[in-house]
């Protein structure tokens, strides 16, 4: 035993001469250790270097015990040095307890970390997240299945950017190839179907504005043909339908022009232009009765329509005419 | 062995009690005076108002059952009200009553009360009285063992036991840490070794890491309620519900009698079966049939099947346990080096074969279930008292069960959570809720449930002369401490002045210290008036039996003293001599007895030598 073990220590003489059964020597390790307690870290405690590991430190407790536990002196007039024993058997449990226990252990390293050690530690840190990124990567390049489920995950969230963007008919696309190599993916499910609404409902708005630039250079044929793809595209909204009823009746095409209107009137019954045309293609069918229950429904649903008052009126004084 | 003061080891047993120590370093078991290792756990006082401990309390049980106490053990320590205490009212025969201040449970003995701790230290004291007979001196120190799941009112209950019957208690330790200590004295092993330990009344699991003779408990788990008399009352249940069934419905439970002597066959049949596959239960004229019929008999053949059958579901509490105990330590069955076998109920095949199948290895059969527990206690106790070079042992045990108070809304609040090594302290600080308040009542708790309610009450502490001020301005620390002996202490102290504060305890399970040092009184007397009756018993014994000398001798030696110068003198003297002593014996009087014993013997020298030689020897004045 080195002799300058306790080097810097200062001991009580007073402790050093107390009347006990324990040699000087054991005196001093006790003091020694007791007035390190609040000092020394766990690893200290248990005389063992930072971060070895829990097997180091349940060996190490079982020497340190042997020391200083009360139970090692029977018989033996302690003095104060029984109450000091147990203090430093406390704490030696207490680290033991810590460094003994895997979770609780790497814990105490990162807190208990020297400065050097602890740059370290961060920079291990960094280094483990970016090697786990790549092995994230090589993994899904390796493995098929793992490499199927990152595809679908990758479609599904470039068609919400799409979606999120407006480009609908981009966002359809690659929902449905999601859902083309794994069809029970149920998010790509509900999400394809809302896509092709919004983006159907794109498409005809984008054709109605096309029929009425025709229109306006009366070109009533081209016109007719884009208000009917438009209806087509989306049949929940009446105002294709409408106009396509009324350019085919400009045309001529009475069936045509019912069928649109019908149509119309079915998709929305509550939408006076609706039945506003419905009753003009009736009056020109020459269903005089249905025509002017229709255009009252129109004008009931909608006073505001002028054209519908002036075509009842003349159906109604027809017979005078 | 002469110049150390001997001392022993004791497994006070729920059914059997085992007494230890060591002999130039060897462990042994020390034989009690009637001949046998197991001492049963069982005091009585007889119809005559003796009291009679162990075999013999035993032996007259099934003629003496109300005033015959056994698995006394299942009561130690317990508060009156208890749901364990009212069950075991339910089903045992002698009649328990509350203490004095309602918290204790006391047991009605030939008429007189009994607190719990006094019942455990007769046995002690028979165990005392053998290790003496065993030495040829007095013994005072001892470690006595205990459930590993015991709390502190139990411990602090059997450690009164102990000074009850007049022994210095050394330490309190676990039962299945001790077995592990006797398994392994001697040997060099590094290995976490699983105690498994069903013994009569309760069950007890421990796992520990032992290295370099440091025996590191590092989980305990158990139930205090479990154990090889759970199994006898299945089978007592059994032979009642079918008895009752072949006998118009006649119920044996309301016959003590009856039950005790079903309760015999019962263990009886329970130990065959370890060996056999069936045993025959058979006991004659076990119950009247009523008026003019003849007395009924029950025979009943129990095969090993159905035994198993019978127990299945206490078997499977005990490997649940288990697996708890190996959570709670955070190995895994496979990790286990060894798995020991302790306690009477382990010779059950159907134990061993569960034990087996969870750890996946051969129990240990290298240790003596009802043997061990008393032989590990003997080497702490020897490791206690003697510094050892060559076989040093230290043992370093947990606290079975979390320790805390209660806090605001009955909540228990853990101060020092379980499976924590002792001794151990941790500190609380306390702070007034009023302005002026000079008393905080302090409610300590031990227990797993989150309600205070759930829990055991160790006792209330009142902290009282509080320096008067504003709320929240005062600082109480109040430091629980549990010992090696897994006892509880509490201490408190104002955080700012630094004094200490006075801590009164009240509602505790165990007795007094006034209670304790009355008893203590009451049998240092009672050893006194028995010393002394003894005395005038051999006393008296060896008067009778000199006086029977005297008088046979008198016409011999009336021949020989009519030829002798000594003439009717002396004949007159001894007469007065005898007469003297028949006085002292019919008044009991001890100090006459002791003069008249030394005349007495004097006479028949006289008388002998008169009879045989027809010379007289020395002077007779």
């Not at chain 2, 005033?67 to 006394?72: G, H, Q």
């Not at chain 2, 001196?137 to 006595?144: C, D, F, P, Q, S």
């Not at chain 2, 050893?527 to 003894?534: D, P």
Request: charged share 30%; hydrophobic share 40%; glycine share 8%.
């Amino acid at each position: 035993m080195p002799v300058d073990r306790f080097q810097g220590f200062v001991f009580n003489p007073a402790d050093l001469s107390e009347d006990v059964d324990l040699d000087l020597d054991r005196r001093r390790e006790i003091l020694f250790v007791h007035g390190h307690l609040a000092d020394w870290t766990h690893w200290q405690v248990l005389g063992i270097p930072w971060n070895a590991p829990s097997d180091r430190a349940r060996e190490a407790y079982r020497e340190k015990v042997k020391v200083f536990h009360p139970d090692r002196y029977p018989g033996q007039r302690l003095g104060t040095y029984r109450a000091r024993l147990e203090q430093i058997f406390r704490r030696l449990t207490e680290a033991r307890d810590v460094l003994a226990n895997d979770a609780a252990r790497a814990a105490y390293a990162k807190q208990s970390a020297p400065p050097e050690e602890f740059a370290r530690a961060e920079v291990r840190r960094l280094d483990d997240a970016e090697r786990s990124r790549e092995r994230r990567a090589r993994l899904a390049r390796t493995n098929p299945l793992v490499a199927r489920a990152g595809r679908v995950h990758d479609l599904v969230e470039r068609g919400r950017e799409h979606m999120a963007a407006g480009r609908f008919t981009q966002a359809v696309n690659d929902f449905s190839t999601a859902l083309a190599i794994d069809p029970d993916v149920g998010e790509a499910k509900a999400l394809a179907q809302e896509a092709k609404k919004r983006a159907n409902a794109e498409k005809a708005k984008d054709l109605w504005d096309k029929a009425h630039a025709a229109e306006a250079v009366n070109n009533v044929e081209l016109a007719l043909e884009m208000a009917t793809a438009a209806a087509a595209a989306d049949p929940g909204n009446p105002r294709y339908a409408v106009l396509a009823a009324r350019l085919a009746l400009r045309r001529g095409a009475l069936g045509d022009a019912r069928g649109q209107a019908e149509a119309a009137v079915r998709a929305a019954p509550a939408h006076g232009p609706a039945h506003e045309v419905l009753g003009e293609v009736l009056a020109e069918q020459g269903d005089k009765a249905g025509a002017r229950r229709a255009l009252e429904r129109a004008l009931e649903l909608d006073p505001a329509l002028d054209g519908a008052r002036e075509r009842l009126k003349r159906l109604r004084w027809s017979f005078l005419g | 062995m002469s110049e150390i003061e001997p001392f022993v080891g004791i497994d006070l047993g729920t059914t059997n009690s085992v007494v230890a120590t060591v002999i130039d370093g060897v462990p042994r078991v020390i034989v009690n005076r009637v001949g046998q290792i197991l001492t049963p756990s069982v005091v009585a006082v007889s119809k005559n108002g003796k009291k009679l401990v162990g075999t013999i309390a035993k032996r007259q049980a099934i003629t003496n059952a109300e005033n015959t106490v056994y698995a006394a053990k299942r009561l130690i320590g317990r508060r009156w009200g208890a749901k364990e205490v009212e069950d075991a009212r339910r089903v045992l025969p002698y009649q328990l009553v509350p203490g004095p201040e309602g918290h204790d449970v006391r047991v009605v003995l030939g008429g007189r009360t009994f607190a719990i701790p006094e019942v455990s230290a007769m046995v002690l004291a028979e165990l005392k009285a053998d290790a003496e007979a065993f030495f040829g001196r007095r013994v005072t120190k001892a470690v006595i063992t205990v459930p590993a799941y015991f709390n502190d009112g139990q411990r602090q209950a059997t450690k009164d036991a102990g000074r009850i019957a007049g022994f210095e208690v050394l330490r309190i330790i676990n039962e299945p840490t001790s077995a592990a200590l006797a398994y392994g004295f001697g040997k060099q092993m590094e290995k976490k070794v699983v105690v498994f330990d069903l013994g009569g009344g309760t069950f007890d699991i421990s796992v520990l890491d032992i290295g370099k003779s440091v025996y590191d408990v590092v989980a305990v788990g158990g139930d205090t309620y479990l154990g090889g008399e759970d199994f006898d009352r299945r089978i007592m249940d059994w032979l009642t519900f079918s008895f009752a069934k072949e006998n118009q419905g006649i119920d044996l439970r309301q016959d003590t009698m009856a039950l005790q002597r079903l309760r015999d066959s019962a263990e009886k049949a329970k130990i065959e079966l370890s060996s056999v596959q069936s045993a025959a239960i058979h006991l004659p004229f076990l119950a009247a049939a009523g008026e003019g019929k003849a007395a009924l008999h029950l025979a009943k053949q129990l095969a090993r099947d159905k035994l198993e059958e019978l127990t299945k579901d206490l078997v499977e509490r005990c490997i649940q346990v288990t697996e708890r105990t190996l959570r709670d330590a955070g190995i895994r069955a496979a990790q286990v080096g060894e798995v020991l076998l302790v306690g009477g109920m382990t010779r059950m095949p159907r134990v061993q074969q569960a034990v087996k199948q969870f750890f996946g290895r051969e129990p240990s059969r290298g240790v003596h279930p009802e043997e061990v527990v008393a032989l590990g206690a003997a080497i702490q106790a020897h490791a206690l008292l003697y510094p050892q070079k060559d076989r040093e042992v230290l043992l370093l045990d947990v606290t079975p069960q979390n320790l805390g108070i209660m806090v605001v809304g009955g909540y228990f609040a853990t101060i020092i959570p379980k499976n924590t090594t002792v001794p151990t302290s941790q500190t609380h600080v306390f702070t007034t809720v009023q302005d002026q308040q000079t008393s905080v009542r302090i409610a300590v708790l031990q227990g797993a449930s989150e309600k205070a309610i759930e829990n055991e009450l160790l006792g209330e502490f009142i902290l009282d002369g509080i320096r008067p001020a504003r709320r929240g301005e005062v600082e109480i620390e109040v430091a629980f401490d549990i010992s090696a002996d897994g006892i509880v202490g509490v201490s408190a102290r104002d955080v700012d002045t630094g004094q200490r504060q006075s801590i009164t305890v009240t509602a505790t399970s165990g007795l007094t210290e006034n209670e304790l040092r009355r008893i203590l009184d009451e049998n240092l007397d009672e050893l006194l008036e028995r010393k002394q009756s003894g005395e005038f018993e051999r006393l008296r014994e060896r008067a009778l039996q000199m006086i029977g000398e005297i008088e046979s001798l008198v016409p011999q030696v009336s021949e020989a003293l009519t030829r002798s110068h000594y003439g009717k003198d002396a004949l007159q003297k001894a007469e007065g001599v005898v007469g003297r002593a028949r006085a002292a014996i019919a008044s009991q009087d001890l100090q006459q007895m002791a003069t008249n014993d030394e005349q007495l013997d004097r006479t028949v020298q006289l008388f002998k030598g008169l009879a045989g030689g027809g010379t007289v020897p020395g002077g007779e004045g």
